[in-house]
């Protein structure tokens, strides 16, 4: 893999970044992804890009209905959560043609090699590999044209993500390479950080928490009540041993790891913080505490989603508008490739 190295003055600092409309958004969703993109926004001079990625979603069959159901639920969110359309670009990837595009280009310009050693695929597919979907082999290549088209320098992801990015780095590298063009392409640089960057599930603190796992009680979705979420924290997984005065003493305790760290988040403070105020309380003290935390953070996001959700013409209204000052990003840059590449394109 490449080495990691600054962007270059010749690139316009801009951060991409997507999540996909698949299930319910959760907490992990929230404190890891959009509570960041939020305050990337206000970066003084990096332009912010946040995609739906709804072509990665097809990678697994989705109802059609339902997939059009959740974008628009994945805006509100975006929208609720804080992200401002005047100073981000929002839309859903599937109205920019230029991520289909060079989703092409760069699955022939990546490796079989480096794709056998994405480990996300494995772990997606199980043993039901030859099953699966060649989308969701290919998924690094598109991903890697996600951030390409726009010509990103920064890259928010998670610890899961990052061999991904790593990839399209490569790929990125290789183009320049290839066709002797140094710089074409930035290689982008992963954000990754944050007071909660890898939120856990909440009946098991050694797996992230995650939209698709069988069991509704293993996370917090955005879209829960009040009285769903206290009933949620209340029977997460713990263990008998009170909180420990530091960090060092969460050692070999995943869950209260957890609860620790998605109180520091939802409250703004560190997990020594946290620590600091609890230390020698059990969960029995712990835990309606942080319910109240999470219910007085999310209740208001949530109430806003909803209002959003009930006028589904301003959410596409929104989206096309992004997607059109997307296009106008991108366009150009296809236009190069397109020339690099080769490819005979008529002038008229």
Request: net charge negative.
């Amino acid at each position: 893999m490449t080495e990691a190295a600054a962007p270059t003055a010749t690139h316009t600092p801009r951060i991409f970044s997507g999540v996909q409309p698949t299930g319910a958004l959760t907490l992990g969703n929230y404190l890891g992804a959009l509570k960041r993109f939020v305050e990337m926004q206000d970066n003084a001079g990096m332009e912010t890009i946040y995609c739906i990625v709804d072509l990665h979603a097809i990678t697994l069959w989705q109802e059609p209905e339902s997939l059009r159901q959740a974008i628009r639920a994945v805006a509100a969110a975006y929208l609720a959560s804080g992200l401002d359309p005047k100073k981000s670009i929002i839309f859903n990837q599937s109205q920019v043609s230029a991520h289909a595009e060079l989703g092409w280009v760069c699955s022939c310009v990546v490796r079989l090699g480096w794709l056998n050693r994405m480990t996300q695929f494995k772990d997606k597919a199980g043993k039901h590999a030859e099953a699966a979907s060649g989308g969701l082999y290919m998924y690094p290549a598109l991903m890697a044209a996600d951030i390409l088209a726009y010509r990103a320098t920064h890259v928010p992801v998670g610890e899961d993500q990052k061999q991904h990015l790593e990839l399209a780095r490569d790929i990125a590298a290789k183009f320049n390479n290839d066709f002797n063009v140094p710089d074409f392409f930035p290689l982008p640089e992963p954000m990754i950080g944050g007071p909660a960057p890898r939120v856990m599930s909440l009946r098991d603190g050694t797996k992230k928490m995650s939209k698709s796992d069988p069991s509704d009680m293993s996370r917090i979705n955005l879209t829960d009540d009040a009285d769903t979420i206290a009933a949620k924290i209340r029977k997460a997984k713990t263990d008998p041993e009170p909180l420990p005065e530091t960090l060092e003493g969460l050692e070999g305790r995943p869950e209260a790891r957890n609860l620790v760290g998605i109180m520091a988040a939802l409250t703004d403070r560190t997990a020594e913080d946290v620590l600091a105020e609890f230390a020698g309380q059990g969960f029995g003290a712990f835990k309606p505490r942080l319910a109240e935390a999470a219910v007085a953070h999310l209740s208001p996001l949530t109430a806003e989603m909803n209002r959003l959700l009930a006028d589904p013409a301003e959410i596409d209204r929104v989206l096309g508008d992004g997607a059109e000052r997307a296009d106008a990003i991108a366009r150009p840059i296809m236009a190069e490739v397109f020339d690099v590449v080769g490819f005979l394109r008529s002038r008229g």
